[in-house]
């Protein structure tokens, strides 16, 4: 067990005064148990691809469909938020490359409606400093350096 850190939800999160989004990004489908969350360990936060056989890569679609048949729970911009807001607390072992390619950690479990009207997550990855980014869950997530943080469903 490691240190245990809280998540504010006291304040919702509005992508227009959220930096890097602005205008015209409405948030979509949430991950309703990633939402009863007030509490998270970093060291249960577990980083999964879902690659099934020999996959290198699928879409982000179907990422989150298999991340959902396995009862996984999908961490929410909420929880993205307080690692970007302290970010002393992201886990280190996520500054690591994957086979030489930077780790970018997908939080999947809230969709963001673009003003282009594809559907997004957002992502951390350290890269000199922790950064963060968004990427279409239609797109390609491929290899083992791409991967979405989720904790294990125990109940």
Request: include cysteine.
């Amino acid at each position: 067990m490691g240190t245990i850190i809280k998540i504010d939800r006291s304040c919702p999160f509005d992508p227009i005064f959220f930096e890097g989004f602005g205008e015209g990004w409405i948030m979509g489908e949430e991950d309703v148990l990633s939402l009863q969350l007030f509490e998270i360990d970093p060291a249960e936060i577990s980083l999964e691809t879902c690659f099934k056989n020999k996959e290198k890569i699928i879409s982000g679609n179907e990422r989150v469909k298999r991340l959902k048949e396995l009862s996984y729970i999908r961490l929410d911009i909420g929880i993205f938020r307080t690692f970007w807001e302290n970010k002393i607390l992201i886990p280190k072992r996520w500054k690591k490359k994957e086979n030489g390619r930077t780790l970018f950690a997908s939080f999947d479990g809230t969709e963001f409606y673009g003003p282009d009207g594809y559907v997004y997550t957002v992502c951390l990855f350290w890269s000199g400093k922790w950064r963060w980014s968004y990427s279409r869950l239609d797109g390609p997530r491929g290899y083992s350096n791409d991967p979405s943080a989720v904790l294990i469903n125990k109940v």
